[in-house]
């Protein structure tokens, strides 16, 4: 299974995870990992067999709680090393890192339910452009990935400890402020356009072509002037 697994490039490939998947995976032999230094030490194999932690969820509460078991005689030493077995996952896969959650443009809870229930060959549904990976690790699993990781033992899969994919927050423009736009329309060889300018790579910036009809400068302005 291995062999086949390199021979096609086999690997997970998500761009964000929620916070409820990257604690249902495992802890050992995690994929985004590369030192595995720590895996096999004295310690870790005490967090296994003594204490039960294998998924990322386990050594996670393990690290953040108070309570003395009387499982092994050296608790300052697991914490210290479920600690540092988390600092090893990326932001991607770290529960305890500030992960972008979502942004504005993701469908709310009671949207996702609303459009789940409709007929899409009767009523309209709105694309919904969450990324998050949701589901069970599983799912993510692909093949034929471009990156050759999974055939060099040694090799490196960059996109592993990517940061996670979001969109930059726009910022929120002041109440009552006044937006400067610059419009222009212009005619040659009985061809119009139109033009609207605010700043170097603005969202705002437009370049169109008028319509049919009349294709002079007149009417190119005052669409100008609309499409503002």
Request: hydrophobic share 30%.
């Amino acid at each position: 299974m291995l062999k086949i697994g390199r021979k096609y490039n086999a690997g997970i490939s998500v761009l964000k995870v929620s916070k409820e998947v990257k604690e249902s995976m495992v802890i050992w032999h995690h994929p985004a990992v590369i030192n595995n230094y720590y895996w096999n030490k004295r310690t870790s194999r005490c967090l296994r067999l003594n204490h039960n932690i294998y998924t990322v969820k386990e050594t996670k509460d393990y690290a953040l709680s108070n309570i003395n078991d009387e499982q092994c005689g050296q608790r300052a030493k697991c914490k210290r090393m479920a600690n540092k077995l988390l600092e090893l996952l990326p932001e991607k896969y770290n529960p305890l890192k500030e992960t972008p959650r979502r942004d504005d443009l993701d469908h709310t809870k009671r949207r996702i339910e609303k459009y789940g229930s409709r007929d899409i060959k009767e009523k309209r549904v709105r694309f919904n452009p969450d990324i998050t990976a949701r589901g069970p690790i599983q799912q993510e699993v692909r093949i034929f990935k471009e990156s050759k990781t999974y055939k060099a033992r040694k090799g490196v899969d960059t996109t592993m400890r990517n940061k996670p994919a979001y969109r930059n927050k726009q910022a929120a423009r002041p109440k009552n402020r006044p937006l400067r736009l610059f419009t222009d329309g212009s005619s040659k060889n009985n061809k119009a356009g139109i033009g609207v300018w605010r700043g170097n790579n603005s969202r705002y910036n437009r370049a169109l072509k008028v319509p049919e009809g009349n294709q002079d400068n007149q009417r190119a302005e005052i669409l100008g002037l609309i499409a503002a």
